[in-house]
Nanobody, 118 residues
Framework: QLQLVESGGGLVQAGGSLRLSCAASGSIGGLNTMGWFRQPPGKQRDMVATITNTFSTNYVESVKGRFTISRDNAKNTVYLQMDSLKPEDTAVYYC????????????WGQGTQVTVAS
């Protein structure tokens, strides 16, 4: 079984920075796209950024130029560097990993709270 452990959330003032990490452990197998999603209070969970195993990235328009996603395949870890944070970035952030071997499934982390104070 694959487990995802997230870290790096917290409370920050507007304009500040945070770095989220998500490490895969256990029966890892072959990993494809890794990404971050977020769910603000009372709203649905939406994609923030994704990165493929060939390092192609994709961002939601609202974070372009402020957030940077990266991955370390040797450590089976994905990161999200968040700069110039805004109050509207406040949400629970979830790590997502698509595994193609030995199964074709998506896995989720437990979520980490990011709160941006104005």
């Amino acid at each position: 079984q694959l487990q995802l452990v997230e870290s790096g959330g917290g409370l920050v003032q507007a304009g500040g920075s945070l770095r989220l990490s998500c490490a895969a452990s256990g029966s890892i197998g072959g990993l494809n796209t890794m990404g971050w999603f977020r769910q603000p209070p009372g709203k649905q969970r939406d994609m923030v950024a994704t990165i493929t195993n060939t390092f192609s990235t994709n961002y939601v328009e609202s974070v372009k130029g402020r957030f940077t996603i990266s991955r370390d395949n040797a450590k089976n870890t994905v990161y999200l560097q968040m700069d110039s944070l805004k109050p509207e970035d406040t949400a629970v952030y979830y790590c997502n990993v698509a595994r193609y071997w030995p199964d074709n499934m998506n896995y989720w982390g437990q979520g980490t709270q990011v709160t941006v104070a104005s």
